[in-house]
């Protein structure tokens, strides 16, 4: 059995140091300084949300009735009134295959956010609705939107922290899905 202090995944020269570079952990605290001043201390210290059968059953299957209810408790944790928020739906094998090629990597877009008719619409990707969790992080990570450009929270930020990270332009929303209690791995 290996100890716990033991982390085989971890290079040894990364034991003693933070994984982030520096330039980014900067980025990083700056921000979620500003997270704690715009959203309250609370909001750092509230309890996790899982992406998991507390917040979808398990029997869960993808339907659009399933769906709708998913992105109301999801709203409920990032603090959305989930009145305000309508649901779409794409489906990404639709796309032309040039819009899911970006360099040498693949890429298609799993949840959009947009503003129509004076509500908050987030698109989600029928592909991945037979993935609860996987579809509860692109929830999140859309209403991570409305939080922040939907009722403006972003307008004058300094430029690096509106726009994110060089490496990570959407950094702001992924840090505030987390601020806002739900933690999911990335795919």
């Known amino acids: 059995m290996v100890p716990p ?4 995944w971890a290079r040894s ?3 003693d ?18 997270c704690v001043k715009e959203f309250g201390p609370e909001a750092v210290k509230r309890g996790t949300a899982l992406p998991s059968s507390g917040l979808f059953p398990a029997d ?6 399933q769906v709708e209810e998913l992105v109301g408790r999801v709203c409920m944790v990032m603090g959305v009134d989930p009145g305000d928020v309508r ?8 796309e032309a295959p040039h819009t899911l090629r ?10 959009r956010y947009h503003e129509a008719d004076g ?15 996987v579809l509860t992080a692109i929830i999140a990570h859309e209403l991570g939107h409305v939080r922040l450009l939907g009722e403006d929270r972003v307008q004058g930020l300094e430029p690096d922290l509106a ?13 505030l899905t987390m601020i806002r209690g739900h933690r999911a791995r990335r795919h």
């Open 87 to 94: 649901v779409r739906y794409s489906d990404s094998a639709d």
């Open 13 to 15: 020269d990364e034991l």
């Open 5 to 8: 202090s033991v982390k085989p």
């Open 60 to 65: 869960f299957a993808g339907t659009p009735a």
């Open 163 to 175: 726009q994110g990270t060089g490496s990570d332009p959407h950094g702001r929303s992924h840090l």
């Open 17 to 34: 140091r933070c994984p982030v570079p520096p330039k980014d952990q900067e980025w990083v605290e700056r921000w979620m300084t500003w």
């Open 119 to 133: 509500h908050a619409v987030i698109e989600l990707d029928l592909r991945e609705a037979g993935q609860p969790a």
């Open 102 to 111: 970006s360099g040498s990597r693949r890429h298609r877009t799993v949840g």
